[in-house]
């Protein structure tokens, strides 16, 4: 079980959980009609480096003289969490018509997930004060949003924030993932 | 008083609960069923609503 913090800061921070964020799939104006798809995702984990974050606060936010727009962000990472009894059964993208691998809880494959060794995923409990089931982030589908929107979205939509270290095992975990190297199968 | 001794096998069927319960002598009615799929149905939308899910917006431009 991962430990948590509740207390919300002003700003967007790493490590933090929202829900119902929104993933602009596309927006497209044809003949006088504009059309926006777009996904919500009931939570998804800040996975932008903190440092760039609080910088971009300080430049957009906070009023501080700052010579220049240097250290603005235009948008935050985000990856989505599953529910790990969905992502198990391979269903937790069934509402977007996808279906996905199954994972066999009781087998190597959902053992090593649950015990982060599978570089795709990472696996969270959450104490009972966070109303999470155990879920699973999955790196593959991260995302970016913009910098204002999910500032605004923060105010009625935060869950909570993971803990400094579990937060720098997430963060660790993704970058390593990201810079893995893709070798040929033969 | 008693006289049945707690550990004989007539204490244990006079005084189980189980065989006396109300709710195990109550057969189930239509609303009951009612009530069950309602209870269901509202779990497994809840389940629906924990996945992500697609929002199409369409909108006429106005000028």
Redesign the interface.
């Known amino acids: 079980m991962i430990k948590i913090k509740t207390r919300k800061e002003a700003r967007i921070s790493q490590g933090d959980i929202y829900k119902d964020v929104?993933f602009i799939?596309y927006a497209i104006?044809r003949e006088?009609?504009?059309?926006?798809?777009?996904?919500?995702?009931?939570f998804v984990v800040v996975l932008t480096q903190d440092c760039d974050l609080n910088q971009d606060y300080t430049v957009r936010w906070a009023k501080k003289d700052t010579p220049n727009h240097d250290k603005k962000l235009f948008s935050v990472i985000v990856a989505?969490l599953?529910?790990s009894e969905?992502l198990y059964s391979g269903?937790?993208?069934?509402?977007?018509s996808m279906s996905m691998a199954e994972i066999n809880k009781v087998r190597t494959p959902g053992k090593n997930l649950k015990q982060n060794q599978t570089p795709r995923y990472h696996y969270l409990e959450f104490p009972d004060s966070v109303p999470i089931?155990p879920s699973v982030i999955d790196f593959k589908h991260y995302f970016t949003v913009n910098v204002e929107y999910l500032k605004k979205h923060k105010r009625d939509n935060f869950i909570c924030q993971i803990g400094t270290l579990y937060r720098e095992d997430v963060s660790q975990r993704f970058s390593s993932f990201l810079s893995r190297i893709g070798l040929p199968e033969r | 008083m008693n006289k049945e001794s707690p550990f004989s096998v007539e204490y244990d069927i006079n005084n189980t609960t189980d065989s006396k319960s109300s709710i195990q002598q109550k057969s189930s009615t239509p609303k009951d069923k009612e009530e069950s799929d309602r209870i269901k149905e509202e779990i497994e939308s809840d389940y629906?609503?924990?996945?992500?899910?697609?929002?199409?917006?369409?909108?006429?431009?106005i000028l």
Do not use: C, D, M, T
């Open positions: 929104e799939e104006e006088g009609v504009v059309e926006i798809s777009k996904i919500v995702f009931p989505p599953y529910n969905h269903e937790h993208l069934s509402e977007l089931v | 629906q609503l924990s996945k992500p899910r697609r929002k199409l917006i369409r909108a006429r431009i």
